[in-house]
């Protein structure tokens, strides 16, 4: 009787044996498999209508989420991860509504990738260096804009010591899954300290930073964000990065020295700085500016000697630091020049056609959900609207006779600025044709500004919305000479 039971344990441990070397070799199997399906310099991506699974690098850090307001997004975990030795698979419950879900994807000294939630489709996106952009045809959807923030409606903000602010900013133009669902993406935003040690920065998210104020003085930061690609209806768009003359300066103040109440104006109107652009041709501008009271106006270090409250800065291309002193407290605000080019082409005589075209007007008004959202032009419509548009006036009429280029882009104002009239005697002053550009943009939304009050509570569909037209930024005049 114990012969067989001696046997038996042999038998036990041969099988086990057996079983341990299966799993091995199953293993490198599918190890071997792996290696082949998926690599190091890819992410792949693949959904269908029970799930989306994600193989990445365990190098690359993958978050999703769900937006449950404009601005509000919930984290979503992964039904289930697996991590080997390079790479991570995780997987996510696709049966459900993923309409408002996004993802995102991010690993060190590469361009994130982002993108919707879909039914179905396999991807296998490669991993591009942030310096090497040319190495993945992807569609290029747009150039960079400016952004938005809600720091305030001269880039300043005025603190306490200890007390903390979350800086949040906002790309110009939106990025979002469709124009009707508003599933808002943001690039990653960098911001850092230009100059000054009065506060601390740390991230919160890619748009999100909280500043917080550690000692008296004045600190300027630098905003600015990175390119990124977005998986849109089974394409990759590739977003630009905001270029270095495209960066912002925020200047924060900690202290009592401060204030914001001093009111700066400029062709009547109150000062932007976010929405009011400085556009100049050649390396550089002037701009005039009034406020009342001053004793001293600094632009870019320079002092600058004043007339009767009224002071002509010298601009130049990207953020320029004014500070106004009045009573004993400083106000700082930036203002942004940006160079345009004027083209008049046609005949400069009297009965002549003219086309006048600028180029490099930004676009400062960007649709965002629930807040913005430029109009076209429906004159026929029960609520007509007019679009964003050029317009140009010859001053010296009595009727101040208007000029208005053609709406031809609902968001992208840089097409909205061709004009063309007849060149009529009565226009001109001394054979010369004199001509003001402006720059209206009119949306459906909120009033001008209301971005800034975006919380935690986010924004929703805004159903009852009104619709609003203001002058934006500030163009050169344009002098022509004219034959008779």
């Not at 193989?55 to 850090?61: D, G, I, N, T, Y």
Request: charged fraction near 20%.
């Amino acid at each position: 009787m114990e012969k067989p039971i001696k046997n038996r344990g042999v038998f036990v441990k041969l099988l086990w044996l057996g079983i341990v070397f299966c799993v091995v070799i199953s293993t490198i199997l599918l190890a071997s498999c792996a290696n082949d399906k998926y690599d190091t310099n890819h992410y792949s991506i693949e959904f269908n209508k029970k799930q989306a699974t994600f193989v990445l690098p365990s190098s690359a850090k993958l978050s999703v989420q769900k937006q449950t307001k404009y601005y509000v997004y919930e984290e979503v975990t992964a039904d289930n991860t697996k991590e080997s030795k390079d790479f991570v698979k995780y997987t996510f419950d696709n049966s459900i509504d993923t309409s408002t879900y996004i993802f995102r994807i991010e690993q060190d000294n590469a361009i994130t990738k982002a993108g919707y939630f879909q039914k179905e489709g396999k991807f296998k996106i490669p991993i591009v260096a942030q310096r090497d952009n040319d190495s993945i045809q992807t569609e290029i959807v747009e150039t960079a804009n400016l952004m938005l923030t809600n720091v305030g409606n001269n880039y300043f903000k005025i603190l306490q010591i200890g007390e903390n602010f979350d800086l949040t900013a906002f790309r110009n133009s939106a990025i979002v899954n469709s124009l009707v669902g508003n599933v808002q993406i943001e690039p990653t935003f960098e911001c850092s300290i230009v100059k000054g040690d009065s506060i601390s920065i740390d991230r919160v998210k890619e748009n999100v930073f909280t500043i917080k104020a550690v000692k008296t003085g004045v600190t300027q930061v630098k905003l600015t964000y990175g390119q990124i690609d977005v998986l849109t209806n089974s394409k990759l768009k590739k977003y630009s990065a905001c270029g270095d003359n495209m960066q912002i300066v925020i200047t924060f103040a900690v202290g009592d020295s401060y204030t914001t109440d001093i009111q700066v104006t400029a062709d009547n109107r109150e000062f932007d700085s976010e929405f009011d652009i400085v556009y100049f041709e050649g390396d550089s501008g002037e701009f005039e500016i009034e406020t009342l009271n001053t004793s001293k106006v600094i632009c870019n270090g320079n002092e600058i000697t004043g007339k009767n409250g009224k002071f002509v800065l010298g601009i130049n291309q990207g953020s320029n630091i004014i500070e106004i002193i009045n009573g004993g407290k400083s106000k700082f605000m930036t203002i942004y020049g940006a160079k345009i080019e004027l083209d008049v082409i046609g005949e400069c005589v009297v009965g002549g056609e003219i086309t006048i075209k600028v180029k490099g007007i930004l676009n400062v008004l960007p649709k965002l959900s629930g807040i913005y959202n430029p109009t076209q032009k429906f004159a026929n419509s029960p609520t007509p609207s007019n679009g964003s548009n050029l317009y140009a006036i010859i001053p010296n009429m009595t009727d101040d006779k208007v000029f208005v280029a053609d709406n031809v882009s609902q968001y992208d104002f840089s097409q909205n600025t061709i004009i063309k009239f007849v060149i009529k005697k009565e226009y001109l002053i001394n054979n010369k044709l004199n001509v003001n550009l402006k720059f209206k943009a009119e949306w459906w939304g909120l009033a001008l500004g209301a971005h800034r009050d975006i919380g935690k509570s986010g924004s929703q569909t805004n159903i009852n919305a009104e619709k609003y037209s203001a002058d934006v930024g500030f163009l050169p005049p344009l002098e022509i000479d004219v034959l008779l």
